[in-house]
């Protein structure tokens, strides 16, 4: 699909001005349906205001941004966020009228607003406070007592209001409304009596209730994780961004004394758009707690700190036997929570010198590799902006929140058409997506009835008239382009973790064959996890996304020998451990014990393998069972880049120092291949960046010299020759400090920009010496070819199909080490359909017997009428960890069917 | 505390059908739950929000905006003085003082027995009557401190039972033309509003 073609507002940004007015004297060229406030902004002319958002639709209700505005009675006061540009209008923002205006709206704000400044949050970084200097009257005629009322009130765990601050703006009741879709916060009352309030028994318990207090233009919101935790003139920040999961919102984060103390969302407009999650915008507490300081060796039940060369020196010993006694006898698990320069450098550590393909950044809960990277990859701007979003994956909502929350704006304000193929129905689906069903394990039977040319049969699960309807929608779209297909963008991840990969993969190929045009957002959640499969962190692929066997000619040239067989998956390669056919595994920040779908295979693997080699930023179950860790920097303490889901690459920066002497997991890589007598080629990440460019096919034309030019804060996606034009951009970004307080100066990353700004493809980057590859660049990996998918075992009257999902916040290294977010954790339950509850006689609430073929577990019973009356729907990795959750019924290949029991 | 009857429920879901979107029965049935309780609790805020679509926090947003709609408890009689400048030239102050010294409550009180709840209000187009007095929504006037005396023992001995129906009734007779339409159509119709 050309990028141009891609219709909405991406296209419109291309249109030329057509509306000439003129602002305070000066004619300025507008765009067609442009509000007056928009059009002064870009002339250079600053009217004040509290309640525009550029991101929210305008209301015109704080009146700040009085202007003149000629009209067919001559000038009159009109609010400039609300009255969108007229051919011929003339505007005057600093007249006398508009001062007054102005002046007297302030003075009106500021009657009850309380003059606390000095103790507010807000103060010194606070929108009324420097409008009330620069266009305020200076000086107050109100000597009466001001409103006084209990606070602060605390709307939700994270959430604390101050409603003597409120200004009543509405762009927290608005946000919730508008962007979140959940108005949980409303005002009530009327006139001096006004208030934000929620409902009394609904606490504000949204995941994106921060982004609430990012946009408040006073102190009346404030978050609980930074309330008095440093003042504005105190804070230093870097552009950087969130790897919390593979959304990559951009961020700025700040730190006060060496500490970090806040994350404020960036407008990235292809992104995030200035909305975080909650789970990003507080999971950096983590930094601070539960950490690796110092390398440590097991002694007894815990661990001995000891020094860097030593720890190298057994890690290596141990790693050099293991490589000595044959080829795949170690094994790497993880790397979703590296940067992109670790991967490289661990991916390749692990090839040339541990020689193994065994490596794998996923821990059997996401997709296969190659159908990740082979399939044509769409952005988040083509998704919003396409015919069709079909999505065939996770609740977004839990799993990738902003992305979730881009679908969910353009579906309810833009009309985007949305088909959610769910066993059990997820958010979009709530806000008016199309929902068809299928029973786990019929997925590609699903896709094979919604793209085959016969007519559909029957799939369990789906209701007839749902398959009809969502083949209609799909044929429809498809049909629209030049190729069959373009225009539709499929989501596709992992939605059920008791339900086989090779399903998804299966219906992804399918999918691909009907319809070659269409593009996929892979919804694999984990912080970097696409930057670690970019970087060759997986069985048969090598960085680039060059497979394997494809790209062995060229990657010997660069990096020497490279092992001769495709090595095995995280699943296979622990079965392998647990049958002590490995001698040393590694772990990447992986923590299989607590993630892998199956914890009692990572317990038999870690106790069957030689040793256990911990990189680790954080002790979790599995580095404390590790005979040897090594600290790693976490996310804000190194810099390189990270690759999200569209396989945009982005810098992330550093901002504080790692604890202890932890070190960026590139340099452990580069340090252990010293340790062997061996040399990774690089020893600053300067040329390991420079390195990536010129070897990784999909990298070209990227290194961290690229990233840092202003133009391309936003990032590149790779590769970038696939991605002509890009798609939605509004102009050049704007920092605005009052849409975003506390924003104002992000410090400049990388090198200024230089000259002719175009990422220059192909012949030698510059400055970068060493010997390059040879021979021509391996081809990308293709699409993979579908195959007749394999039919599910059929269900028992008796039995319920189990449905394992994820959640935001869950026992997670991230979530589990931030003080804020760990009590936000919710029960672990069985959801099913209340006559499953009637049947057994169990209440809503009383615990049950889940039984599977692996095991059994007690969960609370939750009934709930939108589950199907044969699934069992639980969530991964919910409560406290002693007694084994659902996850521990997780085994083997195939759908798992389950039976619940009274206790 | 009460979450919506069989009864009331019927009647909502017959309002709710009555309009193209299903948000604008919002008002309409906060004054039926109101019926029902005498004041809207949160069970019923919680029942209408989901009848209409809305979260709770917006039925309470909209509900706390209207005076005619109480989202606390009050008296069987809520006794509303007219303060607007008619009344208040024919004496609506004196009697406005006379009666929170009659109830012993001041303006926004209920009595103790949970007879009365007194409140002031704006013009309540009773001006003819003026100083003009509601009581749960049925006018009195003009009310000078005798009359309000009298008035409060008349309400309080059951008297007046025939003319000031529970509080929240709007109408006695209901207007159903346009509910029964809609009832025999199919009340779920609502469902599906776009």
Same mark, same amino acid.
């Given at each position: 699909m050309s990028e141009t073609a891609v219709g909405g507002a991406g296209a419109s940004a291309e249109e030329a001005p057509t509306v000439s007015v003129t602002i305070d004297g000066v004619a300025v060229s507008a765009r067609p349906g442009e509000l007056v406030i928009e059009a002064a902004e870009r002339a250079g002319v600053f009217v004040p205001r509290f309640c525009y958002h550029p991101r929210m639709d305008p209301v015109g209700v704080c009146r700040m941004c009085l202007v003149e505005i000629s009209g067919p009675r001559g000038f009159s006061l009109q609010p400039s966020c609300y009255v969108r540009v007229a051919d011929g209008q003339e505007v005057r923002t600093s007249s006398e009228k508009a001062r007054k205006a102005q002046e007297g709206v302030l003075e009106f704000l500021l009657v009850n607003h309380p003059l606390d400044c000095p103790v507010c949050d807000k103060g010194g970084e606070c929108p009324l406070q420097d409008q009330a200097l620069t266009h305020g009257p200076g000086d107050t005629r109100f000597v009466e007592e001001k409103r006084h009322w209990a606070k602060p009130i605390e709307i939700s765990p994270l959430v604390y209001l101050d409603r003597e601050r409120c200004i009543q703006c509405s762009r927290c009741t608005r946000f919730a409304d508008e962007v979140a879709g959940e108005a949980l916060i409303d005002f009530a009352f009327r006139g001096d009596a006004i208030e934000v309030a929620t409902f009394p028994s609904r606490p504000f318990s949204s995941y994106f209730s921060g982004n609430t207090v990012q946009i408040c233009p006073v102190g009346a919101l404030t978050a609980a994780p930074y309330r008095f935790a440093s003042r504005p003139w105190d804070l230093e920040q870097v552009e950087t961004t969130c790897t919390s999961c593979a959304v990559g919102c951009r961020i700025v984060a700040q730190s006060s004394a060496g500490k970090l103390v806040r994350y404020l969302g960036v407008d990235a407009d292809p992104v995030n758009q200035s909305w975080l999650c909650d789970r990003g915008r507080y999971g950096f507490e983590a930094n601070g707690e539960g950490r690796v300081s110092s390398p440590s060796r097991r002694k007894g039940e815990g661990h001995e700190a000891i020094r860097w060369p030593e720890a190298l020196r057994q890690v290596a010993g141990a790693l050099q036997a293991a490589a000595a006694a044959g080829e795949g006898r170690v094994g790497v698990l993880g790397g979703a929570r590296l940067t992109n320069e670790d991967a490289y450098a661990w991916a390749k550590l692990a090839r040339t010198v541990l020689r193994t393909d065994h490596v794998d950044a996923q821990l059997d809960d996401g997709l296969p590799a190659a159908t990740v990277l082979g399939l044509p990859r769409a952005t988040i701007d083509e998704a919003v902006h396409a015919r069709l979003v079909v999505t065939l994956a996770g609740d977004l909502r839990e799993e990738l929140p902003v992305l979730y929350l881009r679908l969910r704006r353009a579906l309810a304000h833009d009309g985007l058409a949305v088909l959610e193929c769910s066993s059990v129905p997820q958010a979009l689906s709530a806000e008016g997506a199309t929902r068809v069903g299928y029973l786990p394990g019929e997925v590609a039977r699903l896709v094979g009835a919604l793209t085959g040319d016969a007519e559909p049969g029957e799939v369990p699960g789906a209701d007839r008239s749902g398959v009809v309807t969502a083949r209609r929608m799909l044929a429809a779209a498809a049909a629209g382009g030049a190729t069959r297909g373009e225009g539709v963008v499929v989501v596709l991840g992992r939605p059920n973790l008791a339900e086989p990969a090779v399903g998804y993969a299966e219906a992804a190929a399918l999918l691909h064959a009907a319809l070659p045009g269409a593009r996929f957002l892979p919804a694999l959640r984990r912080g970097n996890v696409h930057g670690a499969l970019e970087m060759g962190l997986a069985p048969g692929v090598l960085p680039g996304r060059v497979g394997l066997e494809e790209g062995r000619a060229w990657y010997e040239s660069a990096w020497g020998n490279l092992p001769g067989a495709t090595g095995r998956g995280a699943r296979e390669l622990l079965e392998a451990a647990a049958a002590g056919e490995l001698d040393v595994l590694v772990l990447l920040g992986a923590d299989p014990l607590a993630d892998l779908p199956d914890p009692d295979l990572a317990r038999r693997a870690l106790e069957g393998v030689g040793s256990v080699v911990a990189v680790a930023s954080h002790w979790d179950a599995s580095s404390s069972a590790a005979q040897l860790v090594l600290p790693a920097a976490a996310a804000d303490e190194r810099s390189g880049s990270t690759t999200n889901l569209e396989g945009r690459v982005t810098r992330v920066a550093q901002k504080v120092v790692p604890p202890g002497t932890a070190w960026p997991a590139w340099t452990i890589a580069v340090a252990l291949a010293a340790e062997m007598g061996d040399d990774l080629g690089f020893d600053n990440l300067e040329t390991l960046s420079a390195e990536i460019e010129r070897v990784a096919p999909s990298q070209r034309g990227i290194d961290l010299d690229v990233l840092g030019r202003p133009a391309h804060r936003d990032g590149l996606v790779a590769p970038i020759a696939a991605v002509g034009v890009r798609v939605g951009r509004r102009g050049p970004r704007l920092i605005d400090p009052i849409a975003t307080p506390g924003i104002a100066s992000v410090e400049e990353q990388g090198a200024p920009l230089v000259v002719g700004d175009a990422v220059a493809l192909g012949g030698q980057p510059a400055g970068i010496a060493g010997a390059g590859p040879t021979g021509s660049r391996p081809p990308l990996l293709g699409p993979p070819a579908s195959s007749v998918p394999a039919t599910a075992p059929r269900l028992d009257a008796y039995s319920l199909r189990l449905v394992v999902g994820r959640t935001l916040y869950d026992r997670g290294t991230l979530v589990a080490a931030s003080p804020s977010l760990a009590p936000l954790r919710p029960e672990a339950t069985v959801r099913v359909h209340p006559s499953v509850l009637e049947r057994l006689g169990v209440r809503d609430g009383e615990p049950v017997r889940v039984t599977g073929p692996g095991g059994a577990v007690e969960l609370a019973a939750s009934a709930d009428e939108a589950v199907a009356r044969d699934l069992a729907v639980a969530t991964a990795r919910l409560g406290t960890g002693e007694r084994p959750g659902i996850e521990s019924l997780v085994a083997g290949e195939g759908p798992i069917d389950v039976r619940l029991e009274t206790i | 505390m009460a979450h919506l009857d069989d009864e009331t429920r019927r009647k909502a879901l017959a309002t709710v059908a009555l309009y193209p979107e299903r948000r604008s029965a919002l008002i309409p049935l906060c004054h039926l739950a109101q019926a029902q309780d005498g004041w809207l609790t949160p069970e019923a805020m919680e029942d209408i929000a989901e009848l209409v679509g809305v979260t709770p926090a917006e039925v309470r947003g909209t509900a706390t905006f209207y005076d005619m709609l109480h989202t606390e408890p009050v008296g069987r009689y809520v006794v509303a003085v007219c303060t607007n400048i008619a009344c208040m030239l024919s004496g609506a102050y004196e009697t406005l003082e006379h009666a929170e010294e009659r109830l012993g409550v001041h303006v926004g009180q209920t009595t103790e027995d949970g007879m009365f709840t007194l409140e002031d209000a704006e013009c309540l187009a009773g001006c003819d009557k003026a100083p003009c007095i509601q009581v749960n929504h049925r006018f009195f006037g003009p009310v000078d401190p005798p009359a309000l005396d009298r008035l409060v023992d008349d309400l309080a001995s059951g008297a007046l039972d025939e003319v000031v129906p529970p509080h929240? @009734?709007?109408? *006695? @007779?209901? *207007?159903t033309v346009g509910l029964e339409a809609a009832g025999a159509a199919g009340v779920p119709a609502a469902e599906e509003a776009p």
């Open positions: - | 929240g @009734v709007l109408c *006695r @007779v209901e *207007r």
